[in-house]
């Protein structure tokens, strides 16, 4: 079981916004502002998209926004695309020198 | 443009040691931190462990005891060790630039390593 909970799918039509979620406790998404999210396509490597809960990386679309309240960080996919269709997984530091990773969510475009 | 490029066997037989290496190209291995993070099929992402050169090492407690990340400057590759695997060690093992704190922005495209005898 995954440190970190994530819904298992989410989805939404083309140009409309979605958020998935990602609860820890106060011991990791909570306690720190370590957090980063990852999109993986089918048979490729992740990629990141957010950084210390909300920093976007250079060639990131702006589309792609991170944030967190107590001890659930999310990200939002605004303007869906059908290229954002992709499997994502947050991961934030847990203390002792730790990391953790949800289990991932299917996000699908209608 | 940082490039990184998984090696190794692809099949382990059990009880043996997973040995892979990151042949890394367009940084000096000497300037960053440097990870191991896998993904048993069709299941989400393990972080493994990661290294700065000279400094020290971080492993996933879960798995610590069985494994070993060291680097080879003078190759600018790293490598990992896992000892004793087992079937649930089969899974794609990616190496990436970075300590997990900023974030792996860099990845290598992951090698299929089977344990199996």
């Known amino acids: 079981q995954s440190a970190l909970t994530q819904p298992p799918s989410a989805s939404g039509s083309p140009g409309q916004s979605v958020t998935i979620s990602c609860t820890g406790t106060s011991s990791d998404v909570g306690g720190y502002n370590y957090v980063s999210w990852y999109q993986q396509h089918p048979g490729k490597a992740p990629k990141l998209m957010i950084s210390e809960v909300s920093k976007r990386p250079s060639g990131v679309p702006d589309r792609f926004s991170g944030s967190k309240s107590g001890n659930t960080a999310s990200l939002t996919v605004s303007g869906l695309q059908a290229e954002d269709e992709a499997d994502y997984y947050c991961n934030s530091y847990a203390g002792n020198n730790n990391w953790v990773f949800g289990g991932g969510t299917k996000l699908t475009v209608l | 443009q940082v490039q990184l490029q998984e090696s190794g066997p692809g099949l382990v037989k059990p009880s043996e040691t997973l040995s892979l290496t990151c042949t890394v190209s367009g940084d000096s291995i000497s300037s960053y931190y440097w990870s191991w993070i896998r993904q048993p099929p069709g299941k989400g992402l393990e972080w493994i462990g990661y290294m700065f050169y000279g400094g020290s090492t971080i492993y996933n407690p879960s798995l610590k005891s069985r494994v070993t990340i060291s680097i080879d400057a003078s190759k600018n590759q790293f490598s990992l060790m896992l000892s004793s695997v087992t079937a649930a060690d089969t899974a794609v093992y990616y190496c990436?630039?970075?300590?997990?704190?900023?974030?792996?922005?860099?990845w290598g495209q992951g090698i299929p390593v089977t344990v199996s005898s």
């Open positions: 990436a630039r970075d300590a997990p704190s900023s974030g792996w922005a860099y």
